[in-house]
């Protein structure tokens, strides 16, 4: 799980991704990142074993 707290992780991971893409491809990116939460998700021990959270 990499979202963070109030989605900060995954906004600095889409940050510093645009950046070396604008690097790598010498023109603006723009990048979108969307997440997908299935209500019940936590309580689901299939999926939260195959995430390895506890």
């Not at 723009?30 to 299935?38: C, D, I, Q, T």
């Amino acid at each position: 799980m990499v979202i963070g707290n109030k989605g900060a992780k995954i906004k600095t991971i889409g940050i510093e991704a645009r950046k070396d893409m604008q690097e790598m491809f010498e023109a603006p990116v723009h990048l979108e990142l969307w997440v997908k939460v299935k209500s019940g998700w936590a309580d689901r021990r299939t999926r939260t074993a195959q995430s390895r959270l506890r």
